[in-house]
């Protein structure tokens, strides 16, 4: 018997939930959370001074954050995190959709490979390696996931866990994929328009600095 077929019998009205919302939840997650990473890194730089300790310390707080908010929103009343909340999902025990307790949460959270992020520490190429590792591992669940009926990839496996959706309201999935998209096509020509200006100014600054002879 599938480990997660008494959360359906057992939760009136739900269903397993969707790959496409759990991807935009998840994206929308790591994007409130890379706010606040770009917001401490750049705290720890000015406090500190140097780039390598203002890296270090504010991977070490990222991650622990990373813990905290998954952990802390898994294991609570709503079993949501707020990407998670947009789109109508709640995580629970496959079995009985209860929350999660503190270590399946923890087996979960270590089982998505969040902590992976710390390879930043690391000196190269070693760091490369492991971002790439944990760039597969993160393929690997979406397979998973995706081919499994229940929508439990490798990570609700290990932990005992099922996400969950009420029938007919998952929230506003195709907008927010189409701002997904756009902002994957937007965001990098933006990035790449400052970039050209920056240089420009900066060109002309050094030009008109020179003096004459």
């Given at each position: 018997m599938n480990p997660a077929a008494g959360y359906s019998l057992d939760n009136g009205g739900l269903k397993f939930g969707g790959v496409l919302p759990r991807l935009l939840a998840w994206w929308l997650d790591g994007f409130l959370?890379?706010?606040?990473?770009?917001?401490?890194?750049?705290?720890?730089?000015?406090?500190?001074?140097?780039?390598?300790?203002?890296?270090?310390?504010?991977?070490?707080?990222?991650?622990?954050?990373?813990?905290?908010?998954?952990?802390?929103?898994?294991?609570?009343?709503?079993?949501?995190?707020?990407?998670?909340?947009?789109?109508?999902?709640?995580?629970?025990?496959?079995?009985?959709?209860?929350?999660?307790?503190?270590?399946?949460?923890?087996?979960?959270?270590?089982?998505?490979?969040?902590?992976?992020?710390?390879?930043?520490?690391?000196?190269?190429p070693l760091s490369t390696l492991v971002s790439m590792a944990g760039s597969l591992w993160y393929l690997v669940l979406l397979i998973s996931t995706v081919a499994s009926p229940v929508r439990q990839g490798i990570h609700d496996r290990v932990s005992g866990s099922a996400m969950v959706a009420p029938i007919g309201r998952e929230g506003p999935v195709v907008p927010c994929a189409v701002l997904f998209v756009l902002l994957l096509v937007v965001l990098p020509i933006v990035a790449i328009i400052a970039l050209v200006a920056i240089g420009t100014q900066l060109s002309d600054m050094l030009i008109q600095g020179v003096p004459s002879y």
């Open positions: 959370l890379g706010i606040v990473l770009v917001v401490v890194a750049g705290v720890m730089g000015a406090i500190m001074g140097s780039v390598q300790g203002a890296t270090l310390v504010s991977t070490v707080v990222y991650v622990g954050l990373t813990f905290l908010y998954f952990v802390g929103m898994w294991t609570g009343g709503g079993q949501a995190t707020l990407g998670m909340r947009l789109f109508n999902l709640r995580v629970g025990n496959a079995t009985d959709g209860r929350e999660l307790t503190m270590s399946q949460a923890t087996v979960r959270w270590f089982a998505m490979g969040i902590w992976a992020s710390a390879a930043a520490v690391l000196p190269p």
